[in-house]
Every structure is written in C-alpha cells, then in structure tokens.
C-alpha cells in the first residue's frame, strides 16, 4: 500500500501564488508517476500536472507557464507550484500516483484551493 499525505492549499488573490506537498510512503516502488488533479464543483477531476520517476513532465494546457511540477527523490514528495493564479483555479487539488497517469492507484486526502478575484 502507498500513502499520500498533502499539505498546501489555501485562500489567495488573483495573481498570488501557492505551492502544494505530496509525501509518498509505503510501496512507492510501484509508483512510476505521481500527478495532480483538480475537482472544481460540478465538473469531472482532471488532470493539471504529472511526473514520471525520471522526472518527464506533462501540464494541462490552461496551467503550462503558470505552474510547475518537482520532485524531491530523497524525501519522496512531489510539488505543485502554481504561480499567476486566477480564480478558475479554484477546486480540490488531489495528488494521485500510480503506474502510468491513466491509472493512478492511490490517492491523496484533497487540498482546497480558493482564488478569488
């Protein structure tokens, strides 16, 4: 099994910026890329930003230039930094892992991020 704890999120204007933290712990070698994910009320979860373990990189065309996916191997912990925010960026985060971005097996607990205007 593999958890994922987030950390992060929060309230900002329009323009400001937050990063978001995923720690993985458990079976993490059965993870080959870690991701994050928006639910915005009333729409389907997408994907915004995705890593591979050799660090290969893949952004939602309505955050690339704004937000930046990394990881940090030794800690086992993924970030978003989402920088330029605007208020269509407000929805539950969730950072997922898994073998490949379309089967993402594990999940974590969601982080509300709010923009407003």
């Known amino acids: 099994q593999v958890q994922l704890v987030e950390s992060g999120g929060g309230l900002v204007q329009a323009g400001g910026s937050l990063r978001l933290s995923c720690a993985a712990s458990?079976?993490?070698?059965?993870?080959?890329?870690m991701g994050w994910y928006r639910q915005a009320p009333g729409r389907q979860r997408e994907l915004v930003a995705a890593i591979t373990n050799g660090g290969t990189a893949v952004y939602a065309d309505s955050v690339k230039g704004r937000f930046t996916i990394s990881r940090d191997n030794a800690k086992n912990t993924v970030y978003l930094q989402m920088n330029s925010l605007k208020p269509e960026d407000t929805a539950v985060y969730y950072c997922?892992?898994?073998?490949?971005?379309?089967?993402?097996?594990?999940w974590g607990q969601g982080s509300q991020v709010t923009v407003s205007s």
């Open positions: 458990g079976s993490i070698f059965s993870i080959n890329v």
């Open positions: 997922g892992g898994g073998m490949t971005i379309a089967r993402m097996n594990y």
